[in-house]
């Protein structure tokens, strides 16, 4: 069966600091891949998706950025975080079978 | 590009009631509506979802129909139990299941024990 990571599960970090967050899928090939960001008590915001190796769709214009160099690897980063970036950020994939999200990670920006 | 309303945003049911959410879409090429649950500090859950082939599924409580015509779909549980207050999320996407989603802003529902 397929299983989505994120780590870290949550993260704090000053303004201005680098940012990176892995998601890695096993069990499954070629997935699409996505990435959102939940702000507390909002909804589900797109930032970017995959539909392959070095292939990437952003949704919204920030300050992240998406990359993915291996099939199953999925990495959020940003080069100077603003207070604005916290949140809960989830990727997800998805096949026939519908779309499923990962554990998250909770990032604070103070 | 798509756009998804969703309606409440906040119900409040006591336990046994049933409760229905209700969503509609812009885009007329959408052709897949899934449903996700979400508690809180948690991650969405896939619960229910109906492809545009198909006007109504049911899986045990839950419920989902599809109007293509008004363009709207809506999410039934019955007998509700405290355990379904969560955060409900519809979503609607013109590239079937494999392909991203427009969500609509969520319902808070709680169920009154």
């Known amino acids: 069966s397929q299983t989505i990571h994120q780590w870290p599960a949550t993260l704090v970090q000053p303004v201005g600091s680098p940012l990176s967050l892995e998601c890695t899928v096993e069990?499954?090939?070629?997935?699409?891949l996505y990435w959102y960001r939940q702000a507390a008590g909002r909804g589900l915001q797109l930032l970017f998706y995959s539909v392959g190796i070095g292939q990437i769709s952003s949704e919204v214009p920030q300050n992240l950025s998406a990359s993915r160099p291996q099939d199953r690897q999925f990495i959020l980063s940003s080069k100077k975080l603003l207070l604005s970036d916290s949140g809960f950020y989830l990727c997800?994939?998805?096949?026939?079978?519908?779309?499923?999200f990962g554990p998250g990670t909770r990032l604070t920006v103070l | 590009g798509e756009n998804v309303e969703q309606h409440p945003s906040t119900l409040s049911v006591q336990e046994g009631d049933s409760a229905v959410i209700k969503c509609t879409y812009s885009d007329s090429a959408s052709n897949y509506f899934p449903w996700y649950k979400q508690e809180l500090g948690k991650r969405p859950q896939l619960i229910i979802d109906?492809?545009?082939?198909?006007g109504e599924k049911k899986d045990q409580r839950i419920a989902v129909t599809l109007n293509k015509t008004a363009k709207h779909f809506s999410l039934h549980i019955t007998e509700t139990q405290p355990e379904d207050s969560a955060v409900y999320f519809c979503a609607a996407s013109s590239g079937g299941s494999n392909y991203k989603l427009t969500f609509g802003k969520g319902t808070l529902l709680t169920v009154n024990p």
């Open positions: 069990g499954t090939s070629n997935p699409n």
């Open positions: 997800a994939w998805s096949g026939d079978g519908g779309q499923f």
């Open positions: 109906i492809r545009s082939n198909v």
